[in-house]
């Protein structure tokens, strides 16, 4: 009796231990948590849109100043009574106040942390999604779009900022959090991973859904990442497969190639663009509103936008064509009338009231501050653009050519008259930035090539010796500390390394 007592006393010891174990891990049922949202297909879909989410954020407010305007491409046009807007003009004044390599500007913030949404709604996905049966298929086009948005979300930050932590897995808890930083080539060996995979998971143009991740998209940022690299031979087997398998074409019309706010999104040409939907849903945009010169009228602004109720803006003026960039379009380019209007502004502080914007998005709409353009990511025509540098840098120069002039004939321009290959990296060094111009490129392009000082160096020396060119009221001169700070990287961001001992 006192054994079999023994042993019972043992079995409810273990039973008890083992339902507190039980219970202590359990997962509360009433709040929603990946544990208990993961349940189907549907769910994985739903969670998938998800990490779409904080591109329309990004590219509606902040990759524009740090990747546009940050270059020799756009600038402000101050506004003296408007206030100061310091974060913004710092970037393009090439004077982001840094010190111990961090650095308090909010642009670098808010474009850092939409990038970790980005990653850590894709890490969700991609532990979970093996938990759960469904068909192989689809499982692979979620898995597969997952993996190009997290290569996409790294391969911005360490463009931005060189080196970054290296999150792979969801975090837990505060303790997971900080991670120290990965080193340049540690990032891009994972970027080169994901978008690998991706390319073999995702669906083509042809059969994925519009506005998705495309295994072209894929192969298209690989190929960017390898032109990044310099490792120009990857670059021409991934640019060649997309040119010849993935049904890609450019527009017959350079100004076709962009969508309007209600049409005409995720074209022929289009190979990843950013979705917006005017109206009252919240997926809208409003990109022009923030590029237009300032203080504009209601009658100056409503040519412009087309729309029933147009009202008068007074806010600090950004991405303005600089006359730079104006000059470097060819005579006959049709791309300038294109990418560039001009409007006058009655009420400008300038001496000349006339100024340039960014026509490519000014597109007609119904509501005022509410648009449905798409911000194109990758195009074919940049496709054709990496051929030819990846032909040219590998001495194919005449191959080179016949890239690069696909390209200037949709333009209406003849034929490059480059034949070396010094003369050819230039030609389409000069390529890419008016056919791609107000499209986040300028500033990568600047510190791939490393001519970040060379050519920053000179443009900010013309525009302190000449502040009314560069949309300056009377007497209004650039900060002292302008075109300082000439580094390829930003620093990190200043309340993230309060969070962790890294950086």
């Known amino acids: 009796m006192k054994k079999t007592k023994y042993i019972a006393s043992c079995l409810l010891v273990f039973a008890l231990a083992g339902c507190q174990e039980e219970f202590l891990t359990v997962v509360p049922e009433t709040a929603l948590s990946s544990a208990t949202f993961f349940k189907n297909e549907a769910d994985f879909q739903q969670a998938v849109n998800g990490i779409y989410v904080p591109l329309r954020q990004m590219f509606n407010e902040r990759a524009w100043v740090l990747e546009e305007m940050h270059s020799d491409n756009t600038y402000y046009a101050r506004n003296t009574l408007y206030g100061a807007v310091d974060p913004t003009e ?4 090439f004077a982001v106040p840094t010190a111990g390599g961090v650095t308090a500007n909010d642009n670098v913030l808010v474009q850092y942390r939409l990038n970790y949404q980005i ?5 969700q996905v991609i532990t979970s999604i093996d938990d759960i049966e469904f068909a192989e298929e689809s499982k692979n086009n979620l898995r597969g779009q997952a993996l190009f948005l997290r290569a996409f979300a790294y391969f911005d930050l360490v463009r931005l900022f060189g080196k970054v932590p290296l999150h792979l897995t969801p975090v837990a808890g505060r303790e997971d959090a900080a991670l120290p930083l990965s080193g340049t080539e540690e990032i891009y060996a994972q970027i080169e991973k994901d978008a690998q995979a991706a390319s073999t998971m995702l669906r083509n143009k042809a059969k994925q859904e519009a506005g998705r991740a495309t295994s072209g998209a894929a192969k298209t940022l690989l190929a960017n990442l390898y032109l990044t690299q310099k490792k120009w031979a990857q670059v021409e087997t991934l640019v060649k ?3 010849a398998n993935d049904g890609y074409s450019l527009m017959p019309d350079y100004a076709n190639a962009f969508s309007t706010t209600t049409a005409n999104k995720n074209n022929q040409e289009s190979i990843f663009e950013i979705q917006y939907m005017e109206g009252s849903a919240g997926y809208n945009g409003n990109q022009i509103y923030r590029f237009l ?13 087309g729309t029933a109720n147009p009202q008068p803006t007074s806010q600090e003026s950004n991405n303005i064509p600089t006359p730079d960039l104006i000059a470097a379009y060819e005579v006959g380019d049709k791309r300038k009338d294109a990418s560039i209007g001009y409007v006058t502004l009655s009420q400008a502080l ?23 353009q798409n911000w194109p990511v990758y195009r074919y025509a940049e496709v054709l653009l990496f051929a030819a540098e990846a ?20 333009a209406g321009l003849a034929a490059t008259t480059a034949t070396s290959q010094v003369a050819m990296r230039e030609a389409i060094f000069k390529e890419r930035r008016v056919e791609l111009a107000f499209e986040n490129k300028r500033w990568f392009d600047l510190t791939r090539t490393g001519r970040v000082k060379e050519i920053i160096g000179a443009y900010g020396a013309k525009v302190k010796a000449n502040p009314a060119a560069y949309y300056f009221p009377k007497g209004a001169v650039p900060p002292p500390n302008a075109f300082t700070v000439l580094d390829d990287y930003y620093g990190l961001p200043a309340v993230e390394a309060a969070l962790t001992p890294h950086f």
């Open 90 to 93: 710092n970037v393009a004044d």
């Open 119 to 123: 990653i850590a709604r894709a890490n």
């Open 241 to 243: 497969d997309v040119i």
């Open 293 to 305: 010169p300032s203080p504009i009228t209601a009658a100056e602004i409503a040519p412009i936008t």
């Open 350 to 372: 300038t001496e000349n009231k006339t100024f340039p914007y960014i026509k490519k998005y000014a597109k007609t709409h119904a509501q005022h501050n509410n648009t449905g």
């Open 391 to 410: 032909m040219n840098e590998q001495g194919k120069t005449t191959e080179a050519a016949t890239y690069l002039n696909q390209v200037r004939k949709r």
